[in-house]
């Protein structure tokens, strides 16, 4: 098993700037999760992409945020970062961090922490 803990969210007016936090825990599970990414849900919207890292480092990103936010991991710590500039209003959502887990095939979710972006 592996549990999966946000924080970082907020409020913050439209190009402002919030860093999110991603810690993965469970013991042995925690070394072969590959991917680890930041998904999104806004009201009655489907949950989508925001960014996502392997553990070699290799990103990618969605198309709306590109530019504006940044993932990093730091695998010691098992801890993934999304840091996000020039937030705007559209950017108001749930923002859930995703681990998959290469020996099992599993996705694993966070519980999510809420970002608003005000205008």
């Known amino acids: 098993q592996v549990q999966l803990v946000e924080s970082g969210g907020g409020l913050v007016q439209a190009g402002g700037s919030l860093t999110l936090e991603c810690a993965a825990s469970?013991?042995?599970?925690?070394?072969?999760?590959?991917?680890m990414g930041w998904y999104r849900q806004a009201p009655g919207k489907q949950r989508e992409l925001v960014a996502r890292i392997t553990r070699g480092g290799n990103t990618n990103y969605a198309d709306s945020v590109k530019g504006r936010f940044t993932i990093s991991r730091d695998n010691t710590k098992n801890i993934v970062y999304l840091q996000m500039n020039s937030l705007k209003p559209e950017d108001t959502a749930v923002y859930h961090c995703n681990a998959f887990q290469s020996t099992t095939q599993r996705d694993y979710w966070g519980q999510g922490t809420q970002v608003t972006v005000s205008s």
């Open positions: 469970g013991s042995g599970s925690i070394f072969s999760i590959t991917t």
